[in-house]
């Protein structure tokens, strides 16, 4: 049993390692095409590619579930080291032409070290990663390019961040339209109904109950469809203790005027009709409230389960600044 969690329904063949934010879930597929689905952080890459060589030795592709800083930080480094990266034809066409919304990377304020994309990816693809076919299932919703893995033999299903056992992908309103819940909960549909044994989500642990983990998370998409003003705070909630994470906390006093600066604040602020001053406050406060947020010694920080990263290696450009592909 390769996995490092050891989760007897698991084949072999799939090296599974969890991790807590701001990485994803590493899922590692070795063999003849060994393959790593989504590289972590950024901050974290380094140790990501070391972990990925030390199961499978040379990493052939790296498959990108989205392009979210927590799930692409380590495409660069796997790049130079050989490996071909894949994502979807969205996001590899974005990515190829250096899109300023790349990654959401300066609208979220979460650095991407620049990377190109080898593979575009379409839905219904057969994809061999390791020594078994995939196939490319396209999800948007959480991100317009979003896109899962299923492997039909074995009834594996990788859904990023599409749902996990205890939560469902945010989505952004503002970006990608009034429509991105309903796309979101149409993609949720189309996963559900593969009918998987195992789910293998980037955030969190392995449900044990794939149908239940499916019946919650589409209630929570569903209400995320018929609430539009609660999914923006969702996705406010998500952004902010993420931004929270990789700075290590927030100096008290710099946490609001950090906000008021941010332009996913902004467009939030706009959906639910108030000022960004107005909202930045009661984001931190209703945070510190519900406890997602805590204050120590004069600092913001974000009490979810996360590692820290280096303040050095957030230092990289934004997509507008990337060298070209
Ligand atoms: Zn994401």
């Known amino acids: 049993m390769s996995n490092d969690s050891s989760d007897e329904r698991l084949p072999d063949w799939v090296t599974w390692r969890p991790r807590p934010f701001p990485d994803a879930n590493l899922l590692l597929l070795p063999g003849r095409r060994p393959a790593l689905v989504d590289s972590g952080f950024t901050g974290h890459a380094a140790e990501t590619a070391a972990w990925a060589h030390a199961h499978a030795g040379r990493i052939a592709l790296v498959v990108n579930t989205h392009w979210h800083s927590d799930h692409v930080g380590g495409n660069a480094l796997l790049r130079a080291r050989g490996a071909g990266i894949a994502a979807s034809t969205p996001d590899a066409d974005a990515v190829a032409r250096r899109d300023p919304g790349c990654c959401g990377a300066e609208y979220l304020d979460q650095p991407v070290a620049p990377y190109t994309v080898d593979e575009p990816l379409h839905d219904g693809q057969v994809l061999r990663l390791g020594d078994a076919d995939w196939q490319v299932v396209s999800t948007p919703g959480h991100t317009p390019g979003h896109l899962s893995l299923w492997q039909p033999e074995e009834r ?90 990789i700075r290590g906390g927030v100096a008290a006093a710099e946490a609001e005027p950090y906000l008021h600066a941010r332009a996913w604040l902004t467009d939030s602020a706009r959906l639910l009709g108030r000022t960004p001053e107005a909202l930045a406050a009661e984001l931190v406060d209703s945070m510190l409230r519900s406890g997602a947020v805590v204050l120590r010694d004069g600092r913001l920080y974000a009490s979810a389960e996360h590692r820290p990263v280096t303040a050095e290696s957030l230092r990289v450009p934004f997509p507008r600044a990337w060298p070209s592909a």
Do not use: E, K
């Open 156 to 245: 594996l299903l990788a859904v990023g961040d599409a749902l996990s056992d205890y939560d469902v992908g945010w989505v952004n309103l503002a970006l990608d339209g009034p429509g991105a819940a309903a796309t979101a909960l149409a993609s949720l549909h189309r996963l559900a109904a593969l009918g998987s044994r195992v789910l293998l989500p980037a955030h969190g642990p392995v449900p044990a109950d794939p149908a239940a983990a499916f019946a919650t998370a589409l209630r929570r998409a569903r209400r995320l469809v018929d609430d539009p003003a609660g999914a923006v705070w969702y996705g406010a909630r998500r952004i902010f203790a993420f931004a929270l994470m």
